[in-house]
């Protein structure tokens, strides 16, 4: 190596060392322009202003400043990016709604600093200087109840108070009061209340009181009273009309005989409503004879200490009636035909000159008893057990067309049909007429309302109409049975039955029976028995002529009227002036059954009809 080599590298290890040393230097100056530039960047932070206590939907009036900074705000906001320093929050009042809202500041002034966060809170408050006050009182409430006042008003507001009550916090304006009726209570229960105002509308206004006044006072009355002469068990009902007032002739059913709550003030009548008493053999109806007048007052309890359903036995009622040919129609009570049987003496008689050939009732219990030899309906009205026998209302006289009558029945319409045995058949003026409820009334020499005539009819004796409303004819001279459909019986005219029923057994045929299942007793007269014809079988009858085969139970001289109890025992009364019972069961096998029970003393029997009353409700029969 020479020296020339050892000096140039000398010097290159000189340069590299003084590049270093440069770019030290430039890292350094660099590091100080950042150092100056950050030194140099503004302080900053976070404002929190929270608003609170404002309906949904209300702005607030909120303004903040500070370290040259202004804003007004209406809801909760964070204010960031703002310079370091002390800012002022304040708040203005807020109206809504006919209110004023009043804000309380906390935390203001506020400092800000540097990368924080300060808060500052407005909390909003009714101004009660702009609210009013309403007190309700309330007077009259019975001991032991509760009023029920509503109070609605601005903005939706509505409350129901009990009793007097101070209603503070009112957004100004027109409240309505309203008093409910409310129930009494104790000695009052039976009661209705009503309130009266004073000061409804109210108009609230701010920083005042403002009154208003409900009175309650009885606004109904209530009734008691009493029932007497039913058996125990009995379930009697009454009618209470409405004799003055805006529901004049309004009427209320009662159930009972407890006092009948809230009524209100006026004039009424109360009448009791006829009860029926179920028993084995027949029913008993009990009516009261009269009815009570009276009026009532608000806050009164009316008892009618006279007693007004005293309630007596229907006369008619309860018994099995028996028309006989001696000038009598009598009845057997349901004691006695209970008995043992043997001679009687009726419970009850309706004396009756002539031939008395049938007996019936309405719905109403009045007694229908069919005389041939006056040619005459007589018809005797409901009268208690008590009170005299009445004088009936006849219907006889020319127009009639009545000619020996003898059996009837009842339609559902309340029509009463007769039939005329005129002897010698049609030509001489065989017929069945019927007379309508109003005619019945008015009894005289009136006109039926139907005729029907022709040569179905022979002899005719007993009727009786179905379930279905067709009315069956006994042709005691023609020996058979006709049925007549129901659309037949609406016109007059000469007709052909709708069905003939013909039996090898019929001879003489008299009084007819439906029994509950629908099949047709015959009380068959010289034949000496009693036939029975099921209801499938009268089916075949329908509209054709048919020779059937029936039951046949014999040993009975001389049948006449046939009537079912409530029990289906058959009761018939033979020409020997003997009533007979038949039970149920004997009824189900044919042959000759002694009679269950057998009664005499009642004199001498040629009708077709005997009945009871009230009509045993399981049976065709249509007046029931």
Known sequence: MNNTSLASIDTSATRGASMGRRLWALIGLGLLVFLAACSSAPAVGTLQVNITGLPTGVNANVKVTGAGFSQDLTTSTPLSGRAVGSYTVTAASVSSGGLSYI???????????????????????????????????????????????????PNGFSQTVNASAILRGLVPGAYTITANNIPGAGTTANFTFGGTLTGSPANVTANTDT?????????????????????????????????????????????????????????????????????????????APGDAEFSITAGEQLTLTADPMRYQQQRHSGALWVPNNDGAVQGLSAAQLSGAGGAVTPAGSVTQAGTNQAVVFDRNGRMYVSNSTTNSINIFPIQTISSP??????????????????????????????????????????SIVAFSPAQLSAGGNVTPVVTITGPSLFDPFGLAFDFDGNLW??????????????????????????????????????????????????????????????????????????????TTIGGFVRPRGLAFDNGGNLWLTRDSGVLNQISAANLAASGSPAPTTSFTGLGSFRGAGLAFNPTPSNLPIQNK
Do not use: C
């Open 103 to 153: 804000a309380t500041v906390t935390g203001s002034p506020a400092t800000v600093t540097a990368n924080t966060t300060s808060t500052v809170n407005v909390a909003y408050a009714v101004d009660p200087a702009s609210q009013g006050t309403l007190l309700v009182n309330v007077n009259g409430v019975p001991a032991g109840a509760s009023a029920n006042v509503s109070i609605s008003g």
């Open 211 to 287: 009154t208003a006044t409900v009175t309650y006072a009885a606004i109904t009355g209530s009734l008691a009273f009493g029932v007497t002469g039913l058996p125990a068990g009995a379930n009697p009902t009454f009618t209470l009309t409405d004799n003055s007032g805006p529901n004049l002739g309004q009427k209320r059913i009662l159930t009972s005989t407890a006092t009948v709550a809230n009524l209100p003030p006026i004039d009424y009548n109360l009448i009791g409503n006829p009860v029926r008493v179920s028993g084995t053999i027949l029913d008993t109806v009990f009516i």
């Open 389 to 430: 026998a009445p004088a009936p209302v006849t219907i006889t006289g020319a127009n009639t067309g009545l000619n020996a009558p003898i059996g009837m029945a009842f339609d559902s319409s309340g029509r009463l049909w007769v039939a005329n045995t005129a002897t010698g058949g049609a030509a001489t003026g065989d």
């Open 473 to 550: 004819v006994s042709n005691s001279g023609g020996a058979n049975v006709v049925r007549f459909a129901s659309g037949q019986l609406e016109t007059s005219g000469a007709k052909q039955a709708f069905g003939t029923l013909n039996s090898a057994a019929f001879n003489t045929p008299a009084g007819l029976a439906f029994n509950r299942q629908g099949n047709l007793w015959v009380a068959n007269f010289l034949g000496n028995n009693l036939l029975e014809f099921t209801a499938v079988q009268l089916l075949e009858v329908e509209g054709s002529s048919r020779l059937l085969v029936p």
